[in-house]
């Protein structure tokens, strides 16, 4: 091994590549420049200490890992009290954790990504998942790349994968009723609040006994439990009220939850004993957010102005409202019933022209 000194640089020859080697605020760093040639090698070193003489070289650690930025990003959502902490934590201990964690961050580059892709995918993971999943990783370079002094010196190019995730799915009246049925007694009346009124399950799952009043017919939901920020007020009506009166009547002395599970906890976001209710009536892949869609469509149904809808469903923009009112494949057949009595109306008033 030959080594040249050039000032702050250095070179070292192994084999047939010379290696440049320079210091950034008393970081040793090393660079392979893939060639034998001393005089190209030479010529890097003085650009590279240029660089450094202008700063635009930053000093990052070598050895931090993927799970140090991650921990920049939980410690993010920690100080702006964000609500998706435990979602973005848990997606992290899954499935990033022991990949992608023990990996240097120095390291980590398209090999690494699209080998991540292939293996997602293998295990049955959709193109959305590993998109959420990735943006864990994305943020915690950004973040380690603020840090004084930064953590990485540069933020890796992602791609985002094309996602096809938009759902059709909503229920039926005579669905409904089955599924009711099928429920357990623990479930029963979140999920006719859910079909009713179409609130989210984060919403639900929060509410508190003494947020329903039944005097004045409405659930007064905190800001804090909403995801638009905002106290909102939703309407008691139909059955709501009998599953509600019910549901109070069965409620354990000091809970805190309005629909708290077996165990006393509130129901989770993957609600244990769902999927078997659904299959049990034919209802397999139903989502509890699918109630969200069944209940803007009823409620298009009913003609109530959209502005009166969005106020009981948490909406705050129409575009997002109107990707929701999605129309059944029945209705669609409406249209061609009634372009067809139409048409048939028009008959004698044609004139017959020989």
């Known amino acids: 091994m030959k080594r040249r000194s050039h000032g702050f640089g250095s070179l070292r020859l192994r084999g047939k590549s010379w290696y440049v080697r320079y210091r950034v605020n008393g970081v040793l760093r090393e660079e392979n420049v893939n060639t034998s040639d001393k005089t190209v090698a030479e010529n890097l070193l003085k650009e590279k200490l240029a660089e450094v003489a202008r700063g635009d070289i930053d000093a990052a650690p070598q050895d931090v890992t993927i799970a140090d930025l991650c921990e920049l990003v939980f410690a993010d959502y920690r100080i702006r009290r964000l609500r998706s902490l435990k979602d973005v934590e848990w997606r992290y201990k899954a499935n990033i954790k022991d990949v992608l964690g023990p990996l240097r961050a120095a390291r980590f580059g398209p090999h690494q990504i699209r080998q991540y892709i292939q293996d997602r995918r293998a295990a ?51 669905q409904y009723r089955l599924l009711l049925v099928a429920l357990p007694d623990d479930l029963k009346a979140a999920f006719v609040v859910g079909y009713h009124c179409g609130n989210r399950l984060g919403e639900i799952r929060q509410l508190r006994p003494d947020q329903v009043h039944l005097d004045d017919a409405e659930i007064r939901i905190e800001k804090r439990q909403a995801k638009s920020k905002e ?99 029945g209705e669609l057949g409406e249209v061609g019933e009634k372009m067809a009595a139409w048409k048939q109306e028009q008959k004698p008033k044609l004139e017959i022209v020989k």
């Not at 380690?144 to 759902?167: A, C, F, Q, S, T």
């Not at 102005?305 to 705050?316: C, D, N, P, Q, T």
């Open 124 to 174: 049955g993971a959709s193109d959305t998942t590993i998109n959420r999943e990735f943006s864990i990783v994305r943020r915690g370079f950004t973040l380690g790349r603020r840090e004084e002094p930064p953590l990485v010196h540069k933020v890796p190019y992602i791609p985002m994968l094309e996602e096809d995730n938009v759902r059709q799915g909503f229920i039926e009246e005579p």
């Open 231 to 329: 106290d909102r007020v939703i309407p008691i009506w139909g059955e709501m009220r009998e599953w509600l009166e019910w549901q109070l009547k069965r409620l354990p002395p000091g809970c805190p939850y309005l629909f708290p599970r077996a165990n006393g906890k509130p129901i989770g976001s993957h609600i244990k004993g769902w999927d078997r209710a659904c299959a049990s009536v034919g209802l397999e892949g139903l989502h509890f957010h699918d109630l969200r869609r069944s209940a803007i469509r009823n409620m298009d149904r009913a003609k109530i102005r959209r502005e009166l809808a969005m106020a009981v469903s948490g909406h705050k923009r129409p575009e997002v409202y109107r990707r929701y009112s999605i129309v059944a494949r």
